[in-house]
């Protein structure tokens, strides 16, 4: 460069006169002349490369002085450009996620009917047909306002019973009073009560139950429980199979005296038949009368009585106090699941709620030692769930006479099934004056489908996140009818898909153990959802939660009387109107009422026989 003050010199000012031309320039630009704005300069760069030429050197300086201002305007405004790009990416991410969640339904049914398919096919090996939908409107409507309530809590207000007096009872069924009568009373012991208990495992409960406190009443002693093998249930499993039966004697051993076999002396005797009372010979909920005049004179005359086939033969009203305490007794501590049992109903526990501790009282009742107690200081919490029985399998289907939308072919099917295996049934209705279908569904007495059942739930305001674990043995129709439940609530689990093969080994072939694990799973549920009031599972385990739940267990019970009206008018009926009608016959139902004379204490155990006011 020449010296200060020579001709060339004056360079700097022309550089500041095209500073302010390239300003001018770019600060006439739009947002989108930016990007002419470097191409032009990447264009004239190319074209002044190697020239020699102050005018295109001037030219390419020019543009170089503009893109530097442009450079400069993008670093003032760097954040606010990142910013609208991270808005506009986070738009685009969130629209991704709702589509995925309200369009990979399809997906995720094929997934869990595939999941559930060895649960829910029907046991005679039918192929899959086409689905059978009897309410398809409401099924949409109850699809949309699932969509609609995606982000809701997952379950609605459901989560104590209703009753404003329930804390002013608690259970006590175990105290104990009797000690020292029973000392006096063996010295007066009128002989040995044998019982072969038919039906499935809860039948089997309530038989074991009955027969202890006909035992007390008749001052004898009880031979350990037999249960019958039935061609229905298929299960050879004895009392020690499914119950522990140490405990079973020492627990009761201050009320009454127990023991494992009939002496060998009384054996000839039991061989003979000659002290054998089978159910024919009793009524159904027989009073104490009826055993003190047709079973005590055999128990004395023998030594020992035979009660076979023995199930619901012990009416609840009138007994005296201590006989009716001792049944509470029996059914709410005496009766443990064996250890084998607890253990795996602990891992279902804990896999559908993914954590380890016990929560309550309840939980330590079903679990005993298999489980850790809950500690206050630990952060986690675990997962909710709700447990659904259907009661929806063929035998039960086939008995109710009821129309289920299957067309012809599910009539020959059920009438089929009906002539193998109810021909009493069939005799009986020949006899008698037939009651249709639609009057049979229009008075309650027809099992709710799957179908039904979702459209329950749906419309108490559960959302598709929900974790429900079924409870209950093959569903008739197979995966076709649960359609309904696994499309709008995917989250559906059973002991088949939270245990393993390995761990669900023991249990294979044994209806009574398996359905042991689903009375533990429904029994410790946050909300157990029943479908059928008349079934012994539910009423034993709704019991089992009012007795330990401290108002914290609550049951669902439909009014299928009530609900057959109500989807009625499934064509018409509007979707907030059908959800305003469903909650309020859940919430009747919902209501927990001292025992009313007659009533099961294993259902409706709050009452001073079974528990006490605080």
């Not at 002693?221 to 140490?246: A, C, M």
């Not at 201590?322 to 891992?347: M, T, W, Y």
């Amino acid at each position: 460069m020449g010296k200060l003050g020579s001709p060339r010199s004056p360079r700097p000012e022309t550089r500041d006169k095209e500073e302010k031309i390239g300003r001018r320039s770019l600060d006439s630009l739009t947002g989108n002349d930016l990007f002419i704005g470097r191409r032009i300069f990447g264009s004239e760069a190319s074209k002044g490369q190697g020239s020699k030429h102050d005018q295109s050197c001037g030219s390419s300086n020019k543009f170089s002085y503009s893109w530097k201002q442009q450079h400069s305007w993008l670093r003032r405004n760097f954040k606010s450009i990142l910013v609208m790009i991270s808005v506009t990416g986070l738009i685009f991410f969130m629209d991704s996620i709702m589509v995925t969640i309200f369009h990979s339904d399809r997906s995720s049914v094929v997934q869990d009917i595939s999941r559930l398919s060895n649960l829910t096919d029907h046991k005679n090996g039918a192929q899959d047909v086409s689905p059978v939908q009897m309410y398809s409107r409401l099924l949409n409507l109850a699809s949309s306002s699932l969509e609609k309530n995606i982000f809701k809590p997952d379950t609605p207000n459901f989560r104590e019973e209703r009753s404003s007096k329930s804390q002013q009872w608690k259970p006590c069924a175990d105290n104990n009073k009797k000690a020292v009568a029973l000392e006096r009373s063996r010295e007066m012991n009128n002989g040995y009560i044998m019982v072969s208990a038919n039906g499935g495992l809860n039948q089997q409960r309530v038989a074991i139950c009955n027969v202890v406190a006909v035992a007390s009443l008749l001052n004898a002693t009880l031979v350990l429980p037999r249960f019958l093998y039935s061609n229905v249930w298929k299960d050879p499993s004895q009392f020690g199979d499914i119950y522990h039966e140490e405990r079973f004697i020492e627990y009761l051993k201050d009320d009454l005296h127990i023991v494992k076999d009939l002496p060998q002396h009384l054996k000839a005797i039991d061989n003979r038949n000659l002290s054998l009372v089978t159910d024919t010979e009793l009524i159904k909920e027989a009073k104490p009368d009826d055993y003190i005049e047709h079973v005590l004179p055999l128990l004395k005359k023998y030594g020992m009585v035979h009660l076979f086939g023995y199930g619901n033969r012990l009416g609840f009203d009138p007994l005296p106090f201590d006989v009716q305490r001792l049944r509470c007794k029996c059914n709410f501590h005496a009766l443990k699941f064996a250890p084998k049992i607890q253990e795996a109903g602990s891992l279902l526990v804990k896999r559908i709620r993914r954590y380890e501790r016990s929560q309550s009282k309840l939980d330590e009742a079903l679990l005993g030692e298999s489980v850790v107690r809950y500690s206050d200081k630990e952060d986690q919490r675990p997962l909710k769930y709700l447990a659904l029985h259907l009661r929806f399998e063929e035998d039960m289907v086939a008995y109710s006479l009821c129309d289920f939308g299957g067309g012809e072919t599910e009539r020959k099917e059920l009438q089929a099934y009906r002539e193998d295996h109810f021909p009493l049934l069939l005799k009986r209705l020949k006899e008698s004056k037939s009651v249709s279908p639609e009057e049979l569904r229009k008075t309650g007495r027809c099992p709710l489908t799957p179908e039904e059942a979702t459209l329950v739930l749906a419309g108490l305001g559960f959302n598709r996140g929900t974790y429900i674990y079924l409870a209950g043995s093959q569903i008739y129709g197979g995966s076709s009818r649960m359609l309904p439940l696994t499309a709008l609530y995917p989250n559906l689990v059973t002991k088949e898909t939270l245990l393993t093969p390995q761990e669900l080994a023991p249990f294979k072939n044994f209806s009574s153990q398996l359905a042991a694990l689903d009375f533990i799973a429904c029994a410790a549920s946050d909300v157990f959802a029943m479908t059928d009031s008349g079934s012994q599972l539910s009423s034993l385990v709704s019991g089992f939660r009012t007795y330990y739940g401290n108002e914290h267990a609550p049951t669902l019970r439909p009014n299928k009387k009530r609900l057959a009206a109500i989807l009625s008018e499934s064509e018409t009926i509007k979707w907030k109107t059908f959800e305003n009608r469903v909650r309020k016959m859940i919430e009747e139902g919902h209501k927990v009422r001292l025992r009313p004379y007659g009533r099961s204490i294993y259902r409706q155990p709050k009452c001073p026989e079974c528990m006490c006011k605080v």
